[in-house]
Each structure stands twice: as structure tokens, then as C-alpha cells.
């Protein structure tokens, strides 16, 4: 998998740059499918997702959705839109995980 923005931007915020007025949220786009509507694949879903997104409407209404339709217990917000620099990166950490392993179901807890 290769990331096809460059360094210091993401596609999320190209979206949202080219649409202003879109409620953009980003979120399980470095999660392996299966486990994106099934987090209990991975550690009985005792692992957390990441999300991002200007609108603060837009991140609670998808992060009910992500609850429960889905089943993810925590969701942690990491800010605006700028932060889906990070989380794409993920998705590239994933598929080089998956590739090595035979699958990309990597998955990470918050410790506090």
C-alpha cells in the first residue's frame, strides 16, 4: 500500500478542503475489514479506534453509529481534521503488517 498524498497533508483533509461545507469524519480506515463491523475478532474488542473530523456533531453521530451498530467500546477523538495525517499512516502500518503476517489485524489499546 502506498499513501498517494504527500508528506504534511491527508486525504481527509484534501476532501474537506475541497468540499468546506462536508462534515468529514475519519475513522477506521487503517482497521482490517472483518474487524471494522466485528471488533471482537481481534482481543475479544478489547482494543481502540481512533477517530477525527472538524465537526463535533459529525464525530458523535458516527462514533453512536461505531457503538452500536458496530459493537467498538472505546473511541478516542484525536482532534480536527488534521489528525487523519496520522491515522492514514496507520493504514499503511497495517498493510505491511498484513503482508508480513498474512493479515492485517493490528489493533492498539490505550493505557493510561
Not at 67 to 76: P, S, V
Not at 81 to 95: K, M, N, R, Y
Amino acid at each position: 500500500m502506498k499513501l498517494f498524498t504527500s508528506t504534511g497533508e491527508s486525504l481527509g483533509e484534501r476532501i474537506q478542503s475541497a468540499f468546506p461545507e462536508a462534515k468529514v469524519v475519519k475513522a477506521m480506515n487503517y482497521i482490517a475489514a472483518g474487524v471494522m463491523v466485528n471488533p471482537n475478532m481481534v482481543a475479544r474488542g478489547d482494543h481502540d479506534l481512533f477517530m477525527c473530523g472538524n465537526d463535533g456533531a459529525a464525530k458523535q453521530t458516527i462514533s453512536g453509529l461505531l457503538k452500536h451498530a458496530f459493537g467498538w467500546q472505546r473511541i478516542y477523538g484525536l482532534g480536527d481534521i488534521s489528525a487523519a495525517q496520522a491515522t492514514e499512516g496507520l493504514a499503511s502500518l497495517d498493510s505491511r503488517v498484513a503482508s508480513v503476517l498474512g493479515h492485517g489485524m493490528i489493533n492498539f489499546k490505550v493505557s493510561h
